[in-house]
């Protein structure tokens, strides 16, 4: 089966595949996350868990209690993905390049910058905020500011807590599409004085949302420091607070400096280490069976969590 970007990606013809594998690479998040088809195309249904009671031992003939599974259903529109890329006739001419081996030549770093937003959006924005709407977080102790790294952790399942995309024709996850305006043929574009002149367009528009289902699928360990590195016992904790042992994967992200740090103090000698490298260009790594994901989108100069 199918659960993330990169295995869906596969289904992608050659020129979708690449797109999508330039947005992915490096960018680990995105990379690693489940991914889950859209409801209905740019819309987005799902079932969000709120309380569950359940039922108990009773006598033999007293009245059992109430048991209830109580959720809300909640309606979201996928984010959209849009940019545009363009080169005068001019600067063709000095290059002596055609326009689609112009595009072909920036579209990679413009679509790997893209992917990078789209990370930082997701994980602060979206994921660390909703860790810390529910109290879900774990403090580190560091107090200097704007000095501080997080771990985020998500048990991630096709479904569940997850990136969500609307799947194309064919059920592969079409992340972005490339649209040469005229066929790569000439057009009008406005140079840096605002002044329309000859040149060459491309647009490219996709879309990619998030659900999270339930409050125990998303921690944090905020207040990462040099000085300041989460204990054994405070790791354990995150595992239980995102509830490792139920449906999903529980994955956890943090800097470059944060897993250094914890691989030459706290978990030395405890951190298994992939050796391969795979095809977007990072390793895993391992602790008491969660992955360890470096993530180079995450920032060791956040402002300390109160």
Wanted: hydrophobic letters at 35%; glycine letters at 8%.
């Amino acid at each position: 089966m199918n659960t993330n970007l990169p295995q869906l990606n596969v289904d992608n013809h050659d020129v979708q595949r690449a797109m999508v594998d330039f947005t992915l690479e490096k960018n680990t998040w995105l990379a690693e996350m489940a991914a889950t088809s859209s409801s209905d195309g740019l819309q987005n249904v799902y079932e969000k868990a709120d309380r569950v009671v359940g039922g108990n031992f009773v006598d033999m003939n007293e009245a059992g209690g109430t048991v209830s599974h109580e959720s809300s259903l909640v309606q979201e529109d996928l984010n959209f993905i849009k940019g545009q890329m363009q080169v005068s006739d001019d600067d063709l001419l000095k290059l002596r390049i055609t326009p689609q081996a112009y595009f072909n030549k920036k579209i990679g770093p413009t679509l790997n910058k893209t992917g990078m937003n789209i990370e930082d959006t997701g994980i602060y924005d979206v994921f660390q905020n909703y860790a810390v709407g529910t109290g879900n977080v774990i403090n580190a102790g560091g107090t200097t500011a704007d000095k501080q790294s997080s771990i985020l952790a998500v048990r991630t399942s096709v479904g569940g807590t997850s990136l969500v995309y609307n799947p194309a024709a064919n059920g592969a996850a079409e992340l972005v599409r490339l649209r040469p305006i005229n066929n790569y043929g000439i057009t009008e574009i406005l140079n840096n004085e605002n002044e329309l002149i000859d040149g060459y367009k491309v647009k490219f528009k996709g879309n990619l949302g998030f659900q999270i289902v339930d409050q125990n699928t998303v921690g944090l360990i905020k207040n990462i420091d040099d000085t300041n590195l989460p204990t054994e016992k405070e790791l354990l904790e995150l595992f239980r607070n995102v509830r490792r042992d139920e449906i999903g994967t529980v994955k956890c992200w943090m800097t470059q400096k944060t897993f250094d740090n914890l691989s030459q103090s706290v978990l030395s000698g405890k951190i298994q280490l992939d050796n391969n490298v795979n095809s977007l260009g990072y390793q895993l790594a391992y602790y008491q069976g969660i992955e360890f994901i470096v993530n180079r989108n995450m920032v060791d100069t956040e402002a300390v969590y109160s």
